[in-house]
């Protein structure tokens, strides 16, 4: 019974209904975030501009034919939720859109994060996305791959290599020109986020004290610092080798040499071959050495369109010999080559260890004329736009709710809003969803699990019929008669002499019957 209204509860909990499927949500964009894109529009909203840069030898041809369009996945997760889908493989995209308000790199930390869907895979090709330096004269419309940028984060993937980038363009503050630096990539096995064909949230912390974070699904896979994870280094060498010093012509580098000393034994043969002829092997009995393995056919024909002044003199294709049909072999025999025991190769002389070894040399050092030092590398180019210029053999690329933020708690809020609808609820959490819309639930619920409670509570609770043997009140059920326990509280309700109601029971009847008889001896014993 119970089994069937639990199976009956689970069934009414779980089954999927239109209702019961997962529908998107709208999330607002947060007042305060620099950027916030949920593509929940039919089309693309008219921040967004489409690059239109020409290449370079050809003005009349665009650089960027590839198509952009905001659609549902393939796969729907949740109902209504749309992403920006990168539409042409093997072609050139650029799309791109201003920030609401310039983020400049100075006490608060950046939070950047936004979700990719390779729907279809990926062969190669890039999914990351540009931070676009701010200035006067940044243009979306002519966005392309020599447009600066400050920050580029994001997963890439080409033959068996997997990785998620963070490069940022350093400014030296020397020279004034910028340099690209890129983080160590993360120790984490990344493939099953390109393979899985499910969508997958990446992050990156940024903060003031040159520390990064970089995220994927919300799980840490890398963090470190700008001043000492990165390739190159932000703070370049104090000392370099010096480029003009040259190694002495009397250096001598060589750890071992030839041993002087060692003379060549006088029984040496560097002549002797490598390989002989088996001495022990004899020409099988049979072998037909006047005759060859293969003769032309003597039935073919040339071609009747065969020309000599065209095609050359015609010779009639090679067969096996009939003669030697029944042979051990044909032709010019010959032993199998063996290994030569004389053989030693060329003699050289055993190496010891060099008396004259000077060790590995290496240039002097002198101090590096580019060094210079910036303790904050984290006060990067400001951000201007944000934007994707890629390039990919696999279209339907979908990306969806982008964020770029300075507060921590604001980021956590958009990744529980958007990303966390993509949860798949609980038990527990399902049961509780189930009653909104089927109130009558909760008493199912009550029966279900209160049932076996109180069943289990009236079996296990201790029964004096039944109890263990060590007790007074156990005994064993039977038909022969069961002798009154001295401590069974049952018992009737009669007066004393004063009056009181007291309790007679078969203990107290049996004192007062030997009461009763020790007062008949006394008497009788009197008289």
């Known amino acids: 019974m119970i089994s069937l209204l639990a199976a009956l509860c689970f069934c009414l909990t779980f089954s999927p209904t239109e209702e019961d499927q997962s529908v998107y949500r709208s999330v607002a964009a947060p007042a305060q975030a620099y950027f916030a894109e949920t593509f929940d529009t039919d089309s693309l909203d008219r921040k967004w501009v489409l690059s239109r840069a020409v290449k370079e030898k050809d003005a009349d041809i665009h650089k960027y034919d590839g198509g952009w369009v905001v659609e549902e996945p393939e796969k729907q997760v949740l109902l ?112 099953d986020y390109f393979t899985d064909l499910k969508p997958h949230l990446y992050a990156l912390n940024l903060y003031p004290d040159n520390t990064f974070e970089i995220l994927i699904d919300q799980t840490l896979v890398k963090q470190g610092s700008l001043l000492e994870d990165m390739d190159p280094p932000v703070v370049p060498p104090r000392e370099i080798e010096d480029p003009e010093d040259t190694k002495p012509t009397d250096w001598d580098d060589r750890r071992h040499i030839p041993d002087p000393t060692a003379t060549k034994p006088h029984d040496w043969d560097e002549e002797a071959p490598r390989l002989i002829a088996d001495p022990t092997v004899q020409r099988p009995e049979g072998w037909i050495e006047e005759e060859e393995p293969f003769v032309p056919d003597s039935e073919a024909q040339p071609p009747h369109d065969w020309s000599v002044e065209m095609d050359g003199e015609w010779e009639a294709p090679l067969i096996a010999n009939p003669a030697c049909a029944e042979a051990a072999g044909c032709g010019s025999w010959k032993p199998p080559m ?109 029966f279900t699990v209160g049932l076996p409670i109180i069943l289990f509570v009236s079996l296990m609770w201790p029964d004096k019929r039944f109890g263990p043997s060590t007790e007074d009140y156990y005994y064993k059920k039977s038909d022969e008669p069961q002798p009154d326990s001295p401590q069974d509280p049952e018992g009737h309700t009669a007066l004393n002499d004063s009056g009181a109601k007291v309790k007679t029971g078969p203990r107290k009847r049996e004192t007062r019957k030997a009461q009763k008889k020790s007062d008949l001896e006394l008497k009788e014993n009197s008289d």
């Open 338 to 446: 063996v290994p030569n025991p004389a053989y030693k190769g060329k003699w050289k002389a055993p190496m010891i260890d060099n008396p004259n070894y000077q060790g590995k040399w290496q240039p002097r050092m002198i101090p590096n004329p580019a060094y210079f030092e910036d303790p904050q590398p984290f006060r990067m180019s400001p951000v201007g736009a944000i934007g994707f210029e890629l390039w990919s053999l696999t279209g339907d690329m979908l990306f969806d709710n982008i964020l770029l933020c300075d507060n921590l708690e604001m980021a956590k809020r958009w990744t529980e809003d958007t990303w966390g609808q993509r949860k798949t609820p609980g038990i527990l959490e399902r049961l509780l969803l189930a009653t909104e819309k089927r109130p009558w639930l909760w008493g199912l619920y009550v």
């Open 80 to 191: 209504g939720n749309k992403g920006l889908v990168l539409k042409s493989p093997g072609r050139h995209h650029a799309i791109a859109a201003y920030l609401r308000t310039v983020y400049h790199f100075r006490d608060k930390p950046l939070f950047l994060q936004y979700e990719v869907h390779f729907q279809k895979g990926i062969d190669c090709g890039g999914a990351y996305i540009k931070l676009l330096t701010h200035s006067d004269d940044l243009r979306l419309s002519q966005f392309s791959d020599v447009t600066p940028y400050s920050i580029m984060f994001g997963p890439d993937k080409c033959g068996s290599t997997y990785k998620v980038h963070f490069i940022f363009r350093h400014r030296n503050p020397r020279t004034g020109t910028y340099a690209e630096k890129h983080a160590r990539q993360p120790e984490t096995d990344l493939s």
